[in-house]
């Protein structure tokens, strides 16, 4: 059935959870109203298009797609766990930003915190001990 043909991938996979999701709703919306036939529409072109993904011979544009949705869904997922992490840790990250400026060692790239609001300063890396002068 799929042979010449592209196939499902986690992008067609996705797209029918999405459809899936969107049609819940209409299980609870009134006969008739505005938003069921907006949500129903929605939901139906969303199959079509997953569908006609998985049928398509054109193997360079679904893969394009693919790529820029899996590219996509790394900065999301890396997102959030960056929100997971700050959280775990006890530390909110505004907070954090609002107290501490971040440099940078010239020499080893070493991450370094300094307080805010001092003027200037004169930084010792702790990695590699060269000193450099900052502005807080």
Same mark, same amino acid.
């Given at each position: 059935?799929?042979?010449? @043909? ?27 109203? %505005? ?18 993904? %998985? ?22 997922? %890396?997102?959030? %766990? ?5 959280? @775990? ?23 370094? @915190? ?23």
């Amino acid at each position: 059935m799929f042979h010449g @043909r592209y196939g499902l991938d986690a992008l067609s996979r996705a797209m029918i959870w999405c459809a899936l999701a969107l049609s819940v709703p209409t299980l609870f919306i009134q006969h008739g109203s %505005a938003a069921r036939y907006v949500l129903s529409g929605l939901t139906t072109v969303i199959l079509i298009l997953a569908l006609l993904r %998985a049928f398509s011979r054109n193997f360079a544009a679904r893969q394009s797609e693919l790529y820029r949705f899996s590219h996509i869904e790394r900065n999301i997922g %890396a997102f959030f %766990a960056r929100a997971r992490d700050s959280l @775990r840790s006890g530390r909110n990250e505004f907070e954090e930003r609002r107290k501490y400026k971040h440099l940078t060692c010239p020499q080893c790239m070493q991450k370094l @915190r300094v307080p805010r609001g001092k003027g200037k300063l004169r930084v010792t890396c702790t990695r590699c001990g060269n000193k450099f002068n900052a502005k807080s």
